[in-house]
């Protein structure tokens, strides 16, 4: 092969190589069009979080494009969860976690009281693999209501639940069993709940067959009691440094939770 046979040979073989060695990428950077179309939503979306949030945008956004697609996503409506106890939870949860506080960190759970006590208003979702691992009875204080929670408080004695986000403490065993304490992290909110004692735990008065007779499950004198049946596998799962939210749509609460503010 002559000189100028080789250069024209040579000539040809370099596109061709040059093809073949970005041939992957090609194909790697290529996107389906509803793949592209969510990776859309997602940057829109992450460019909308608030500071705390876009420090751990990624993995927020890895989680779910938005909170309201992931309240579709898990039929949370159909289940009774509002989507203001939702998305006021999810945002109180990514906060704390971006603080640093949570050790049980992918476990969100979420008592809405927007729901009467006849309502299964105790949500616990996992957040990491997008499941709701329990929905079922929840109490609330014996002064706080019958059938709905209306009024709140964060006395000593007052036998009243107190609203906003818990971080779930060690368990023990004691006047009711198997048992797992709360520190709230709301001051003049919720932040006396170790000092009033206020734990979760199991009580034979949570349980449907009061809702039949009188309408509404019994009340507690504070704490978030539950089922006999689904008290301890819940309490193994939420313990140990998870996010507890006790929610209402009660204005004061809303306008004073200095968290819920920092969340947004």
Same mark, same amino acid.
């Given at each position: ?43 829109? /979306? ?8 876009? #420090?751990? !945008?990624? /993995? ?24 203001? #106890? ?41 957040? /990491? ?34 609203? !906003? ?31 009033? #004692? ?9 349980? /449907? ?53 920092? #969340?947004?």
């Amino acid at each position: 092969m002559n000189r100028n046979s080789l250069k024209k040979f040579y000539l040809f073989l370099f596109p061709v190589f040059i093809f073949l060695v970005h041939l992957p990428f090609v194909f790697a950077t290529a996107k389906p069009q509803s793949q592209q179309l969510i990776q859309n939503q997602t940057n829109k /979306e992450t460019t909308q979080l608030p500071g705390y949030a876009k #420090a751990i !945008g990624d /993995e927020f956004i890895a989680h779910a494009v938005s909170s309201n697609i992931m309240y579709d996503s898990l039929n949370l409506n159909t289940l009774g969860l509002s989507k203001q #106890a939702f998305v006021n939870g999810v945002k109180g949860f990514y906060y704390l976690r971006s603080q640093g506080k949570l050790e049980n960190e992918n476990i969100l759970s979420i008592v809405d009281f927007s729901l009467p006590s006849s309502r299964k208003r105790l949500f616990v979702i996992d957040m /990491e693999n997008f499941k709701v691992l329990f929905n079922t009875y929840v109490a609330h204080g014996r002064n706080s209501g019958k059938e709905y929670a209306v009024k709140f408080s964060n006395s000593p004695s007052s036998f009243k639940s107190s609203l !906003g986000f818990y971080i779930t403490k060690e368990t023990y065993t004691g006047e009711h069993g198997f048992s797992l304490k709360l520190e709230g992290e709301e001051k003049g909110i919720n932040d006396n709940a170790l000092s009033r #004692a206020i734990v979760i735990h199991c009580a034979d008065y949570v349980d /449907e067959r009061f809702v039949k007779s009188q309408g509404y499950i019994g009340r507690s004198l504070g704490c978030p009691a539950l089922p006999e049946k689904y008290s301890k596998p819940i309490i193994q799962t939420i313990k140990n440094g998870s996010c507890f939210f006790m929610f209402s749509p009660n204005t004061k609460y809303l306008s004073h939770s200095r968290l819920l503010q920092s #969340a947004s």
